[in-house]
């Protein structure tokens, strides 16, 4: 193969390498130079986080070929940062909350040096326009366009950091973990580099649904610096089919083989896969894999797959059924019957793909019998036990390790075939093995979610009161049941949302089609449900002539009924029962910010001008918090420094600051005293893991038990010591005092140092075991809920369909916060996904089963022109289910987004179209209004 | 998604660039900025043996205005006409296009030349160029044709560039003062490759549309000049009415391919609309009318 010696500058270094002709200039700075800080989010020009400057230019090192930076000069993110002083645009991003998993970071920060090099006092719309060349996933680019309107701006005198003593529960301090991020040294799963490591590829179905006829892999063995390719026939002697999480008796079971046995049941699932000694020699022999098919007929829309035996996902299960379950509240029959106004209506809700901006990856490295895997996983304590299960391992022979993780949102919360195939493959060849998923693959590799079918049936009394709602859906579960009932079951316990409902029937049937399973993703159910609900509600005002916010008033759970009892039963056999909130204040106040009132003298003032615009509200109540348990270990060490470890993986969260604070809260230490370490089974014994909004009430809770108990086990150490009753004594900043001797004062430090045996001319310990350390695990099975309103002003183009969000406001209560800066990074992203997957993103697929995306090109995110400043306010009524009164902030900010766009489009052209569908192409709602009449 | 394997040539001169496309042919894939090249190639759906690197080739970095009008040579990156001194007066369309083609980033690398021989159907430099009736350069080893931006585009993603020649460089005529022009294009996401778009230019005489130019593109087709609307408008007074009837012939005779993005319906619909809105621009800025808003 051709190769080339190049000479270059990098961050001012003279380097020089030989390279392969086709390497690029991405993968140089990131496999030979070691400067894993430039990210491969898409390797093909649409993310940006592989930017770099070359000479001074932002350009993508991933559409360059190494051999191109010849005798040129390559500024990384590396280079950046004098020593550890964060540049102006790096601290302006951490002040400003301009990053959160910290993936797509470094690619911002070099577009936007070579941007401010140039611009003079930009407005925010030429940074927006700057900045959307490149791609976020978590921020909802608030804090990427403020930090850098910041950095733009002469230079303020800046305020002495906050005092670390201000880390306690409630202060919207600096996350600890950015500071790492931004200078590019955060460390990804495909940034661990090991001795002897290997690159691993996968070859996938090209099929919907096909009989594997025959898989020749003999050319790809032969081929150069292959080192192992797998088929079924390969593994057959060890491989099992993946266990089913949350078994369901109303679930009909099937999940995959690590590799296809006889029958590939979607495009993408995998067939075989290969090792070589880079992931380009990978690829190479996946071209040489000779796959022979015989193509089956594919069931690709879920009802035609109900009525449709031929297109069978599973031999023996003729109508598809994945799935059928319900449950009534009330009498809905009768309340139907009673009602003064029934609206029956179709509402579909489309696939989307969650697209974390770091794909899927996996390093696993197999010595001495013991299992090592770096993984992008929500849940390592999960995944250990599935795969020390696939793989025949004792579970104590297995380390999982979460590293940095580059944006999470409920897929990387499942168990994927290349975890047991990596580790496998690791095992069998005696050297550690990598597989990243590229950008391709994610689009069928990773699990995908949201697809459901709705008949709703609305019964209203003249004022507008719910009477009854009857919903019968169809639930598209793809070709197996990773998660078994949980998204679609969470859908029917959540379409009445904050709204009293007395009388309610639910039916979900779940349907296999020969296409990626579906999974929780952000939301999981929640979004399709308040969609349902509010799509509803408007329909139901128009009948009835009333204002849409006057229905919704009319039938918000009121302050005084909490908590409320639903009646309906969720999956765990418990009641719903929301906690507490004041629904009322959060949709009142939202008005406020939004401009409600004097809306329709704005919408005649742009209807002079020839402009359609438009308003729509929607509110929402989402579980957060999911039980059963999360658990927390803290340790004081005898250099004071305080350790809490937990099994909850971070994927951008900030984790590593909230449960800090909430550590430092109950132990009565120093903030910047405390170290989180989370994601490591070697860390804690149990874990649940990161998904449904729940780590700040399941591990927060669990973290406040265990400093409290520290804390306890300190006082009864050094009551000891002073010859004191524990209640005699206080601690603050780590220092604990007789309250009434303060002289008398001992650090927490020292009593490790004490109980760790180190002192020995004290007083007896009695009977306190070693160490000063805790671990508590904190049980709840009664979620608490949080709630909020979207409020929303569009444009649309009558020509073109296209949507412009003008301006909109959110009024949010996730109970008590611990960290409102991360709190609020939570909705501007959760806002902006939901606005992606209304106007932006869907996974079509054709009749054969193909999916019409597969790259950034075919498959729009939405970019921080797309997106504007979010009003964003904040209630906090704690909940009273769990001590620390907080309730989950990861979800709330998508659920109620389609829902309140898709209200304002039709509030836009005055009611002359209905739509019953998202998301919203431009295409079908410019030829929905063509075909009106009214228009 | 990793590049396949090929041969790697650089050049240093245009005759020893033009040698390798002798022998090789059709093996050989150009590298100028390589922003869809690359792309191709990491997805591995072109396969080719070779790359010729023509980036050292010191001919082909050329840029310069004289009598004639604007020289841009192979390896003129779009941010360097982008940034070319007094483009806004040498030529209004091309500085207004420029900033429409994919993000900075991309333009740093992406050439002009590249672009144009790339032949993408939603690409703005095609229509600019039909639009403007450049004249491009195809050089072989002992021999150069030129050829007028209308014979140049046989399909989507295929120009008339035959397998030993390469695109040496574009030529836009000198810029009529007077003339108006504008862009349009409309796209799902802001700063995005176009669901469909129209360049126009109006050259006005006597306070009438002497010669009118409207492109559209795309459409999933090569760029299309509306030679029936552009014939209707051309010696007429300005009116309502006037562009009304143009809306609706830009919408008879565009073609247009239905693709995931958007339906053919759309795009012929759509086209109209902008057609319209491109020319009430153009025609402000020709000084044909004081008309804001059209539908």
New interface residues.
């Given amino acids: ?2 190769s ?1 010696r190049i000479q270059l500058t990098v961050n001012g270094q003279e380097k020089q390498a030989d390279v ?3 390497l ?1 200039l991405a ?1 140089l700075l990131r496999d030979e130079f070691d400067l894993t800080g430039t990210h491969l989010g898409c ?3 649409f993310c ?1 986080a592989c ?1 770099v400057l ?1 000479d001074g ?4 090192s ?4 190494a ?2 930076a010849n005798g040129r000069a390559v500024t990384t993110v590396e280079g950046l940062a004098d020593g550890n002083e964060l540049s102006r645009l790096q601290a302006a991003f951490q002040r400003q909350n301009g990053l959160q998993c910290g993936f797509c970071t470094p690619g911002f920060l070099m ?1 936007a040096t ?2 401010l090099a140039h611009a003079v006092n930009p407005t925010e719309q030429e940074v927006r ?2 900045l ?2 490149n791609l976020c996933r978590c921020t909802g680019y608030q804090g990427i366009v403020q930090a850098v309107l910041e950095a733009a701006r002469e230079p303020l005198k800046r305020e002495p950091s906050q005092p670390a003593c201000e880390g306690n529960i409630g202060a919207a301090i600096d996350r600890s973990e950015d500071n790492r991020l931004l200078q590019g040294r955060g460390v990804y799963t495909s940034d661990i580099r090991l001795p002897r490591l290997v690159h691993a590829a996968v070859l996938r179905s090209a099929h919907a649904r096909a009989r594997i006829v025959r898989l020749d892999t003999a050319a790809a063995r032969r081929a150069p610096g292959v080192l192992a390719v797998l088929t079924f026939a390969d593994i057959a002697d060890i491989a099992r089919p993946f266990p089913q999480v949350q078994p369901h008796p109303a679930l009909n079971s099937r999940l995959p083989y690590p590799l296809v046995r006889d029958v590939a049941r979607y495009a993408g699932e995998p067939l075989a896969i290969v090792v070589a000694e880079n ?2 020699r990978a ?2 022999a996946l ?1 040489l894999i000779k796959a022979e098919y015989e193509p089956l007929p594919a069931a690709v829309d879920p009802e035609s797959a109900l009525r449709n035996a031929e297109q069978r996902v599973h031999d023996d299960l003729p109508d598809n059924v994945a799935g059928r379950f319900g449950q009534e509240v009330g009498h809905v029959e009768q309340a139907l019957k009673e009602s003064h106004t029934v609206i029956k209506e179709r509402l579909t809700i489309g696939r989307v793909s969650g697209q974390a901006m770091e794909t899927r990856a996996i390093t696993a490295s197999y010595e001495a019998g013991k299992l090592t895997v770096w993984l992008t996983s929500q849940s390592p304590h999960m995944t250990r036990r599935v795969m020390a299960g696939q793989l025949n391992l004792p579970l104590e022979d297995v380390h999982v390790i979460a590293p940095d993780i580059g944006g999470g949102f409920g897929p990387k919360n499942r168990y994927y075939p290349e975890y047991t195939l990596v580790p496998l493959l690791a095992m069998r060849l005696g050297r550690p093995v990598t597989w990243v998923e ?3 693959e994610s689009f069928t590799a990773t699990y995908h979610a949201r697809e459901q079918v709705h008949e709703v049936t609305l019964g209203l009394a003249e004022d507008g009161t719910i009477m009854a709602l009857r919903d019968h859906y169809i639930y598209d579960q793809g070709a197996y049941t990773p998660i078994g009932v949980v998204v679609p079951h969470v859908t029917s316990v959540s379409i009445p949302g904050p709204y009293r409902v007395p009388a309610y029937e639910v039916e979900c049937t779940m349907v296999f089609t020969n296409k990626p399973p579906g999974a929780p993703y952000r939301g999981a159910g929640k979004p399709q449900a308040a969609f349902i609900i509010e799509r509803m509600l408007d329909f139901g005002a128009q009948k009835l002539n009333l204002d849409p916010v006057e229905i919704r008033r009319r039938n918000l759970i009121k302050p005084e009924e909490f908590p409320y009892h639903t009646k309906m039963i969720d999956m765990d056999e418990t009641e719903v029962i929301y906690d507490s909130g004041n629904y009322q204040a959060c949709l009142e106040r939202a008005l406020e910010l939004i401009g409600y009132k004097d809306f329709p003298q704005e919408q005649a003032r742009t209807r002079r001008e ?1 402009r359609r615009t438009g308003i729509g509200v929607a509110c929402y109540a989402t579980k957060t918090g999911r039980g059963p348990f999360e658990g927390a270990r803290v340790r004081v060490e005898p250099d004071g420094q305080v350790f809490v470890y937990s099994g909850v993986a971070s994927q951008g969260q900030g984790h590593q600051t909230t449960l800090a604070q909430v550590c430092a809260e109950y132990l009565g230490v120093r903030f910047s005293d405390v170290s989180v370490k989370n994601g490591d089974t070697a860390e804690i014994e149990k874990s649940i893991g990161t998904y449904a909004a729940r780590v700040a009430v399941m591990a927060g809770n669990a973290v406040a038990m265990a400093a409290g108990a520290v804390r306890e086990k300190a006082f009864q150490a050094a009551a000891d010591i002073f010859a004191v009753s524990p209640d005699m004594l206080e601690i603050a900043e780590g220092v604990i005092c007789v309250s009434r001797a303060p002289e008398q004062n001992i650090t927490l430090g020292q009593i490790a140092q004490h109980l760790n045996g180190g002192i020995s001319q004290t007083a007896s310990t009695g009977d306190l075991p070693n160490g000063l350390e805790e671990t508590r695990y904190y049980q709840n099975n009664q979620p608490p809920y949080a709630n909020g309103t979207y409020a929303v002003v569009i444009e649309v ?1 009558q ?4 949507v412009k969000i003008l301006r909109h406001a959110l009024v949010h209560d996730c109970g008590v916060m611990i960290n409102p800066r991360i709190v609020e990074g939570q909705i501007y992203g959760g806002v902006a996904q939901g606005i992606s997957e209304t ?2 993103e869907e996974l ?1 697929y054709d009749e054969a089963g193909q999916p ?2 597969d ?1 950034y ?2 498959y ?1 995110l ?2 921080a ?2 997106i504007p400043t979010l009003m964003l306010e904040h209630l906090e009524t704690p909940s009273p289910f769990n001590p620390l009164g907080v309730k989950g902030a990861g979800e709330g900010g998508t659920v109620p987004v389609a829902a309140a766009i898709i209200s304002a489009i039709e509030n836009a052209l005055g009611g002359a179209v209905r739509l019953r569908r998202r998301p919203v192409h ?2 079908d709602l ?2 929905l209004m ?1 075909a009106s009449e009214s228009l | ?8 040539y ?1 050049p240093t001169v245009l005759a020893d660039a033009l040698q390798v496309l002798a022998e090789h042919g059709r093996d050989v894939k150009i ?1 100028a900025g ?2 869809s090249l ?2 191709l ?4 759906l072109i396969r080719p043996h070779a ?1 010729l ?1 023509i ?1 050292r080739v010191a001919e082909l970095h050329l840029l310069e205005q004289d009598a004639e009008g604007l020289k841009v040579g192979a390896t003129i990156r779009q ?1 360097e006409l982008e940034k070319f001194p007094g483009l806004a007066e040498i030529n209004p369309l091309l500085a207004e296009a420029l900033p429409w083609i ?5 333009r ?2 992406g050439t002009v030349c590249g672009s144009l021989a790339h032949a993408d159907p939603a690409a703005e430099l095609p229509a600019v160029a039909l639009t403007l009736e450049a004249k491009l350069t195809l050089e072989r080893n002992g021999g150069q044709r030129v050829v007028p931006s209308r014979k140049f585009f046989k399909e989507a993603l295929t120009t008339v560039i035959e397998p030993d020649e390469a695109l040496t460089r574009v030529a836009f005529p000198s810029w009529n003062h007077g003339d108006g022009w504008a862009l349009e294009q ?1 796209a ?6 176009a ?1 469909v778009g129209v360049v126009a230019m109006l050259t006005p005489a006597d306070g009438a549309c002497a010669r009118a130019r409207i492109t559209v593109f795309g459409t999933g087709y090569p760029p299309a000049r509306s030679e029936a609307a552009e014939s209707f408008l051309n010696g007429k007074t300005w009116s309502a009415a006037l562009l009304r009837e143009v809306v609706a012939r830009v919408r008879t005779e565009t073609r247009a391919r239905s693709d ?4 053919s ?2 795009r012929r ?2 086209a109209g ?2 057609a319209g809105r491109a020319l009430v621009r153009a025609a402000q800025r020709a000084g044909l009318t004081r008309e804001n ?1 059209h ?1």
């Fill in positions: 193969m051709d080339r392969y002709t086709r690029t993968d390797e093909h020009g940006g930017t070359l230019e932002a350009v993508r991933c559409l360059t070929l051999v191109q577009t070579a941007f326009k700057a959307s060349g992931r380009y690829e190479d071209e590229d950008r391709r020839r183009d020509p073109t369909g296209i106007l932006l079509c019409l995306a790259s090109k075919s729009l939405p970019n022109a797309m431009p295409v410019q030829a063509r | 998604m990793k590049p396949p394997p090929f041969d790697y650089d590298l390589g922003q690359l792309q190639l990491n997805y591995r790359l690197d980036n941010s994919g993000h900075f980033q991309t740093n690398r409309v799902r996401r802001p700063h995005d490759f669901l995931a993005q958007a339906t319906e759309y619909c759509v609309t902008l808003r539908g």
